[in-house]
């Protein structure tokens, strides 16, 4: 029986032993420094090439919003003197100008409304079935129906 018991503490002894020397096996896997990563290879000369022409693209890009930036502000800065000394005739023209342009939008409106309609009525005239026609014909015998029996009462 103390064999057995030898047997047993021998075996906790190596499996502690093993448990503590390894750390669960994470102090084993952390214990080589070396680390398998692959390195990218250098860039080659059209890489590079690539690179300096997005750059220079990149600050052309920049210097013209800059220039644009600039342009604007020293447009507004200018203008706005001239702005506020034509005001009292610029708005009075804007008002003019925009029942003038709605007068033109609207008599273009209605200019196509009549063609459209004009062009219906001569096709249902010509018995050429024109859209919901079925639905006018049914109105139209409707109106004469109530035309004769107030015409007969």
């Keep these: 029986m103390e064999s057995r018991k030898k047997a047993a503490a021998a075996t906790a002894g190596v499996s502690s032993h093993h448990h503590r020397s390894h750390g669960g096996g994470a102090a084993h896997h952390h214990g080589s420094s070396r680390t398998h990563r ?74 196509v409304a009549a063609v459209s309609t004009v062009s219906w009525v001569y096709n249902y005239f010509r018995g050429r079935h024109p859209y919901v026609s079925d639905r006018v014909q049914h109105h139209v015998g409707d109106y004469k129906k109530a035309l004769l029996e107030g015409s007969s009462a």
Excluded: C, E, H, Y
Aim: net charge positive.
């Design 38 to 111: 692959r390195k990218d290879p250098p860039p080659n000369s059209r890489q590079i090439l690539g690179l300096m022409f997005l750059l220079s693209a990149v600050g052309f890009v920049l210097l013209l919003a800059g220039v644009t930036l600039t342009g604007t502000t020293i447009t507004v800065l200018l203008a706005t003197p001239v702005v506020i000394f034509f005001s009292p005739v610029w708005i009075p023209l804007a008002t003019v100008a925009f029942f003038a342009v709605s007068a033109l939008l609207g008599a273009g409106a209605f200019g």
